[in-house]
């Protein structure tokens, strides 16, 4: 009975998912807004037509997984070393701004802490929740208006592309401290040897990968291979280094990136994430999201998370900008292109959610955080760029 019940819930979330993702299209929104609201539909807060279980859990964080895997495999490395200086401070800025500002925010509603309490993770969770820059709808505004190949679009791209690295690396350290048996020490000598290790033995997979691709290409062997890769840095990172397995499943696509099915790869991957485990991820969101707890206190703590998540993206960013030579109205183009959020903020709560860190509640302002940055990023973008159009390179 239990195996039919979960054949029903399948279907309910992928086909909920799917009409719900395409009436956001239609609105102008992200998708995942979409999904996100068919599990609001089906889970506790309306119908309570589903229920969340372990079973769901579990196929949300494979979803997850193969998330990052396939932002990993769409990273390109060369416009990375192409974006120089300017692209990197931007993005390096425009994560430490926000960190500080959302630790500081909470801590502004909860107490201040001193370092090594469970409040000032806490806090530093908050904050990296902000960190992450999701510029799908940047990119596609600015394409939209012909503007992606000036100098304006693409500092916006490759710092963003910068961003999701230097916002993963920062996660795995904040959640590296949740132990209070490691110090900083400790998880920044794991972060470390993790990276390097990644360096060392990704060199050789990227070879043995790149040699396979070349004797076998275009064959079904080819993202068989990538998704183990995957799923055993997954692995790996969290059970010996004590490091998200999202970061394993990031660094796994980056390894794989430069060979050249890497496309062919994040589209066979990419069947079964948007068919099934990532409308379930999306979906789990929705269905673990409690109105009973938004109280008036988390309301005015949703609206300040809003609030401060947008304008540390302008300011640390947008001034970053301006210290590059750009003038004021082409950085506050910068910081207002990297204020969306998206898949890689829920990904994050997500995570905090999975290991007790914060509160179901702490979705709502997530949700609204990506809802209203979504929208109005675009209506801003299309105002500065009226006012003061960017020469196309």
Same mark, same amino acid.
């Given at each position: 009975?239990? @195996?039919?019940?979960?054949?029903?819930?399948? %279907?309910?979330?992928?086909?909920?998912?799917?009409?719900?993702?395409?009436?956001?299209?239609?609105?102008?929104?992200?998708?995942?807004?979409?999904?996100?609201? #068919?599990?609001?539909?089906?889970?506790?807060?309306?119908?309570?037509?589903?229920?969340?279980?372990?079973?769901?859990?579990?196929? %949300?964080?494979?979803?997850?997984?193969?998330?990052? /895997?396939?932002?990993?495999? !769409?990273?390109?490395?060369?416009?990375?070393?192409?974006?120089?200086?300017?692209?990197?401070?931007?993005?390096?800025?425009?994560?430490?701004?926000? *960190?500080?500002?959302?630790?500081?925010?909470?801590?502004?509603?909860?107490?201040? #802490?001193?370092?090594? @309490? !469970? !409040?000032?993770?806490? +806090?530093?969770?908050?904050?990296?929740?902000?960190? #992450? @820059?999701?510029?799908?709808?940047?990119?596609?505004? =600015?394409?939209?208006?012909?503007?992606?190949?000036?100098?304006?679009?693409?500092?916006?791209?490759?710092?963003?592309?910068?961003?999701?690295?230097?916002?993963?690396?920062?996660?795995?350290?904040?959640?590296?401290?949740?132990?209070?048996?490691?110090?900083?020490?400790?998880?920044?000598?794991?972060?470390?040897?993790?990276?390097?290790?990644?360096?060392?033995?990704?060199?050789?997979?990227?070879?043995?990968?790149k040699w396979t691709d070349a004797?076998?290409?275009?064959?079904?062997?080819?993202?068989?291979?990538?998704?183990? *890769?995957?799923? &055993?840095?997954?692995?790996?990172?969290?059970?010996?280094?004590?490091? #998200?397995?999202?970061?394993?499943?990031? &660094?796994?696509?980056?390894i794989l990136c430069n060979i050249?099915?890497?496309?062919?790869?994040?589209?066979?991957?990419?069947?079964?994430?948007?068919?099934?485990? +990532?409308?379930? /991820?999306?979906?789990?969101?929705?269905?673990? @999201?409690?109105?009973?707890?938004?109280?008036?206190?988390?309301?005015?703590?949703?609206? %300040?998370?809003?609030?401060?998540?947008?304008?540390?993206?302008? &300011?640390?960013?947008?001034?970053?900008?301006?210290?590059?030579?750009?003038?004021?109205?082409?950085?506050?183009?910068?910081?207002?292109?990297?204020?969306?959020?998206? !898949?890689?903020?829920?990904?994050?709560?997500?995570?905090?959610?999975?290991?007790?860190?914060?509160?179901?509640?702490?979705?709502?302002?997530?949700?609204?955080?990506?809802?209203?940055?979504?929208?109005?990023?675009?209506?801003?973008?299309?105002? =500065?760029?009226?006012?003061?159009?960017?020469?196309?390179?």
């Amino acid at each position: 009975m239990e @195996t039919y019940r979960i054949l029903r819930d399948l %279907a309910l979330i992928i086909l909920t998912a799917k009409f719900m993702g395409l009436v956001a299209k239609k609105c102008k929104a992200p998708m995942v807004v979409g999904e996100i609201i #068919a599990g609001l539909i089906l889970g506790p807060a309306l119908l309570k037509l589903v229920e969340p279980s372990d079973f769901i859990s579990q196929m %949300a964080s494979i979803g997850v997984v193969l998330i990052m /895997f396939s932002a990993g495999l !769409e990273t390109n490395l060369k416009e990375l070393k192409k974006s120089g200086l300017i692209a990197l401070l931007v993005a390096c800025i425009g994560v430490f701004v926000p *960190l500080v500002g959302g630790a500081v925010m909470y801590m502004c509603f909860n107490g201040f #802490a001193g370092w090594g @309490t !469970e !409040e000032f993770f806490k +806090a530093l969770f908050v904050g990296s929740i902000m960190t #992450a @820059t999701s510029v799908g709808i940047t990119v596609e505004t =600015l394409r939209e208006m012909g503007y992606l190949s000036g100098r304006v679009g693409q500092t916006i791209l490759s710092a963003a592309i910068i961003d999701d690295v230097i916002g993963i690396i920062v996660l795995t350290f904040v959640l590296g401290l949740k132990d209070p048996a490691n110090d900083s020490r400790a998880v920044l000598i794991k972060t470390v040897a993790f990276l390097i290790l990644s360096v060392v033995c990704g060199y050789i997979i990227y070879r043995i990968a790149k040699w396979t691709d070349a004797r076998y290409p275009h064959t079904r062997r080819i993202p068989i291979m990538g998704l183990g *890769l995957c799923f &055993i840095l997954s692995y790996i990172a969290e059970r010996y280094f004590g490091i #998200a397995d999202i970061t394993g499943a990031y &660094i796994a696509g980056i390894i794989l990136c430069n060979i050249r099915d890497a496309s062919y790869i994040d589209r066979k991957i990419s069947i079964n994430s948007y068919m099934i485990f +990532a409308p379930v /991820f999306f979906v789990s969101i929705g269905l673990k @999201t409690d109105f009973t707890k938004v109280d008036t206190g988390m309301l005015m703590f949703s609206i %300040a998370f809003v609030i401060v998540a947008m304008l540390t993206k302008v &300011i640390g960013c947008g001034l970053t900008g301006k210290l590059c030579g750009f003038k004021w109205i082409d950085s506050l183009k910068i910081g207002v292109g990297m204020m969306t959020r998206g !898949e890689v903020a829920l990904i994050i709560t997500n995570k905090g959610l999975n290991l007790g860190i914060i509160d179901p509640s702490y979705f709502t302002a997530v949700i609204l955080l990506i809802i209203i940055s979504s929208i109005s990023v675009p209506i801003l973008l299309k105002l =500065l760029y009226s006012k003061a159009p960017d020469p196309v390179t």
